[in-house]
């Protein structure tokens, strides 16, 4: 649960689990593609590349890192906070509201069997937003993240390995 104003609303959850994906079809509107190159670096660290923008991955000491940077399950954190953000943002931006102090916290559960992420919570702190429709309108603009429809509607995975031994024959 989440305070919002004077207002005790229950906060969003995200439940992952271990689910077989059926394969993407036409029928889904997929728009453009959308691609990260992830390179190994040495020890547990990689470079992840987008667009131009390069991110460190890495693990903490205590897993054998260096603490370069953001592990993979923070990623997925940042990634699904940084959505909701930037959606809250946009609802206060567009009604002339102010965007001062917007801050997005995403945490959650680990789960084992097999091991995941199990319950993402976000709590959205807008400083002195006290119209209760503007309150509602930014939990409705957060919900509507790219990220987080994912999360609830999971996309099909496919994972192939490619060893370039056809290159060298």
């Avoid at 069997?113 to 119209?131: S, W």
């Avoid at 309150?135 to 790219?146: D, M, N, P, T, W």
């Amino acid at each position: 649960m989440v305070i919002i104003g004077h207002q005790l609303v229950k906060a969003p959850a995200i439940l992952v689990t271990a689910v077989t994906f059926p394969a993407p079809s036409a029928s889904i509107g997929v728009e453009h593609l959308m691609e990260t190159i992830v390179n190994y670096s040495g020890g547990t660290e990689f470079e992840v590349q987008a667009r131009g923008h390069r991110v460190v991955c890495d693990q903490p000491a205590e897993n054998g890192g260096a603490d370069a940077g953001m592990t993979p399950p923070e990623f997925l954190l940042a990634s699904l906070g940084t959505c909701a953000a930037f959606y809250a943002a946009q609802y206060l931006r567009t009604r002339s509201l102010p965007t001062e102090g917007l801050q997005v916290r995403v945490s959650a559960d680990k789960a084992a069997g097999p091991a995941r992420l199990a319950a993402f919570r976000i709590e959205i702190r807008v400083p002195g937003l006290a119209d209760e429709k503007h309150q509602a309108g930014v939990l409705r603009a957060a919900k509507s993240c790219l990220i987080h429809n994912t999360l609830l509607q999971p996309p099909s995975i496919e994972m192939t390995l490619n060893t370039d031994l056809a290159a060298r024959a």
